[in-house]
């Protein structure tokens, strides 16, 4: 399955799990929702992934957690805001970069409307 059929299904758990919870709760909320979608579509998704950096040849674990990893091809970063800032770009294509993946997705379910909250980032590799 390609990144795009993937993205394609989360965008669409996505509006599901937004269509019922709305706005305004925990990110920790959306979380679980969303990969309760996603496992029922059969997806294999993996939750809060350790992501280590490589600094100078070591490893270090340094506390970075990929929200959600599907098919090890796509990560998404859950957020609950007010809207997206220039950060968050950099907070997931960071992620990309650190996995070598191409696509990751940031998801805000703090819109009035998801398609505004959802954002695709590309790591042009």
């Known amino acids: 399955m390609s990144e795009n059929e993937i993205s394609s299904q989360i965008i669409g758990a996505a509006i599901e799990v ?3 919870l709305g706005p305004g709760l925990l990110e920790s909320s959306y979380e679980a929702c969303l990969l ?3 496992r029922q579509m059969g997806l294999n998704v993996k939750s809060q992934v350790a992501l280590p950096i490589s600094y100078k040849g070591l490893r270090l674990e340094a506390g970075y957690r ?3 990893l599907v098919e ?3 990560i998404i970063e859950i957020k ?3 809207e997206f800032s220039d950060i968050h770009t950099a907070q997931i294509l960071t992620y990309l970069k650190l996995t070598n993946l191409k696509l ?3 998801i805000n379910f ?4 998801l398609v505004n909250g959802l954002k695709r ?4 590799l």
């Open 18 to 20: 937004h269509k019922h």
């Open 36 to 38: 309760f979608e996603l």
């Open 66 to 68: 990929i929200d959600i």
């Open 72 to 74: 090890e091809k796509v």
């Open 80 to 82: 609950a805001v007010d």
């Open 104 to 106: 990751g997705l940031l």
């Open 110 to 113: 703090n819109s009035a409307k």
């Open 121 to 124: 980032v590309v790591n042009n």
